[in-house]
């Protein structure tokens, strides 16, 4: 066999087979290509797209926690103000109750010292009757009546 011939038919068949692949193997094998890249692409801009929204929900996550802080501190000084005025309350009501309580026993106090002030009037008038009444029976005379008079003062 010759050479040339050899060559030819193998050219011949070398193109055969080029345009075979070209037109039926080439097509798929590139479509798969395009429809990876497609999906690499597609998947690359979800993986983007699921960052951005990571970091969006962490946004959120983080300004929810901040306003849960301020809410939760906002009760508690609610709660402090609430305690504080009911301890104020309470003062003011133990406060009025111990005045009322001083004032009725002042109340209580004077109407004893009128008592006794009227208890003793009444005895220093009965004694100062009682005195007259032996200064009268008794003659007329300085010293007795300076003794009566003592013994007056000291039963006062």
Same mark, same amino acid.
Request: charged share 15%; no cysteine.
């Given at each position: 066999m010759n050479l040339n011939a050899t060559m030819f038919v193998q050219s011949i068949v070398f =193109?055969? =087979?080029a345009w *075979? *692949?070209?037109?039926?193997v080439w097509p798929p094998v590139m479509g798969a290509l395009d429809a990876r890249a497609t999906k690499i692409a597609e998947g690359l801009a979800a993986a983007d797209q699921g960052k +951005?929204?990571?970091a969006a929900a962490e946004k959120r996550v983080q300004v929810e926690l901040a306003s849960a802080r301020d $809410?939760? /501190?906002k009760r508690? /000084?609610?709660? $402090?103000k609430r305690a504080q005025m009911v301890a104020d309350e309470i003062k003011a009501n133990a406060q009025a109750e111990a005045d009322r309580i001083i004032a009725q026993a002042r109340a209580e106090a004077e109407q004893q010292v009128s008592k006794a002030r009227e208890e003793l009037r009444? +005895?220093?008038?009965? =004694?100062? *009757?009682?005195? /007259?009444e032996q200064i009268l029976k008794r003659e007329v005379n300085a010293a007795a009546h300076a003794d009566l008079l003592n013994q007056l003062a000291t039963e006062l």
């Open positions: =193109l055969i =087979l *075979v *692949v070209a037109k039926f +951005q929204a990571m $809410e939760g /501190a508690i /000084a609610d709660a $402090e009444s +005895q220093v008038a009965t =004694l100062a *009757v009682a005195g /007259a």
